[in-house]
């Protein structure tokens, strides 16, 4: 393979020539990171040396990129860095003891756009759906929703489920929370059901059915496809343009530390959530911004939700089940009250932790809840609906409407992302 070797000046250039030798690459180009220890001036490597990577891409098309620098030019982080910068570049990134490739993506053959986040619970499924629900004003568009539970073969889903139907597939042994059915409950589009397990740094699924489910939504004929992540795993299958969510509370050396700059360099958009107090103040939120910044140029929005019942609460006496973390219950309360007119008895945010999601139904036998009002993630209906089932409590699904509040337009960039698309297209 054609290589493109990163060198440094804390190297004697003979020794670095016997490297070079020694590979079972063909060395076409170098670039040198820095250090000048052991430069004398006028250095022959045998190869042509580049000041920049952009340069040594452009210039050699090399097929692989190996890393032959070291501390303490490049340490740690930096080296992350750079294996970012290649695996963007779509190239495998080795060095003496790693390798890091980039997400193989599978050819699509209709218009795509992939929503992909920098952890669990950032909010994908919600910025998905709103996606989703605003390009299919005009457009046949379908998801494919990616999850740790999704069905054994893909699944289409072309109308919001029941809660009576989502019982019967828990009682089945399925997640009747996972990810497309919460996205066919909320989104009001076809969506198409995957699944994949475990998650390389790069974002790689370990296995996946995705690609057998872009099939499927392909043979819909669809004007465009989004493809929601799971996790920080990204949909191995090739998306025109991407839109990266991103946690308001995540530490930034974690969203582009590591690999994470990888997803940023992929992305088109940044959408950050939950850009609010008491979950992220405005200083962290400039860091995170800054951060985001260092990496790419890509524009970012900062977002927050609001829950939206999918039917009528106002009147009741309502517990609400969520996801949300505790400093942001006060917040969701008043704002089911004065939007939605709902009396809120209570605001569990215990959906992912089953053992305190259960006393906190036991403890509401006390509280005569007329209406369970629930996200449709994690425990949502083999517990919050199973108990209210049991009850004779009727069941609300809640969706997470997303809002921005940085003066920016998320609409008008969907919009844009997906105008691109269909140019490219044409």
Sequence with gaps: MKALALIDGEH??????????????????AVLLGGTEKLRGGEDYGVPVFDTLEDAFEA?????VVDLSDEPVVDPP??????????????????????????RFEPFSRPALAVIGTGKRVGKTAVAGHVARLLSRDRFVVVVAVGRGGPQEPVIVDREPEIDELLALSRAGGHAASDYLEGAAFASVVTIGSRRAGGGLAGAPFYSNVGAAAELAASLSPDLVVFEGSGAAIPPVEAGKRVLVVGATQDPATVIG????????????????????????????????????????????????????VSDVSGRRVAYFSTAPGGAHARLREHLRREHG???????GNL?????????????EARSAELYLVELKAAAIDVVAETAAERGVPVVLCDNEVRTVDGESLDERVL?????????RA
Excluded: M, N
Excluded at 280 to 304: G, Y
Excluded at 416 to 424: C, P, R
């Design 416 to 424: 844009e992302l997906a105008e691109a698309l269909e140019g490219a």
């Design 60 to 64: 050699l098309s090399p097929e692989i």
């Design 258 to 309: 590591y690999l994470g700059a990888y997803r940023v360099l992929l992305s088109d958009l940044v959408v950050l959530t939950g850009c609010e107090e008491p979950l992220a103040d405005e200083d962290r939120i400039q860091k995170l911004r800054r951060a985001i910044a260092e990496v790419s140029d890509v524009p970012v929005l900062q977002t927050i939700f609001r829950p939206r019942p």
């Design 78 to 103: 930096r080296r992350f860095r750079i294996a970012s910068r290649v695996l963007a570049h779509g190239l495998p990134y080795v060095g003496a003891d790693f390798r890091f490739d980039p997400v």
């Design 12 to 29: 004697y250039p003979d020794v670095v020539r016997v490297a070079f030798a020694g590979l079972e690459h063909d060395v076409a180009g």
């Design 352 to 364: 992912s932790r089953r053992p305190e999601l259960r006393a906190d139904l036991a403890s509401l």
């Design 342 to 348: 709902a009396e809120i008895v209570h605001v569990s």
